[in-house]
């Protein structure tokens, strides 16, 4: 199993959404891993977030 650290995280209430930020690294890709669940990487196609998506 692989951890990272979250720098940050966001919950926008009104639409009942979380954003997980691992890295400040600029994002390069994204790829959508399910129903409503997408990853952010960065140019490496390394994790650097998880943007808004419903929880």
């Keep these: 199993m692989t951890f990272f650290k ?3 995280i966001g919950y926008f209430e ?3 959404i979380l954003h ?3 890295s400040d690294e600029p994002e390069a890709n994204s790829v959508e891993l399910g129903p409503n669940v997408t990853a952010e990487l ?3 196609g390394e994790l650097i977030g998880k ?3 419903r929880i």
């Design 6 to 8: 979250v720098m940050s």
């Design 14 to 16: 009104k639409e009942d």
């Design 20 to 22: 997980l930020v691992i």
């Design 42 to 44: 960065n140019e490496k």
């Design 51 to 53: 943007p808004p998506e």
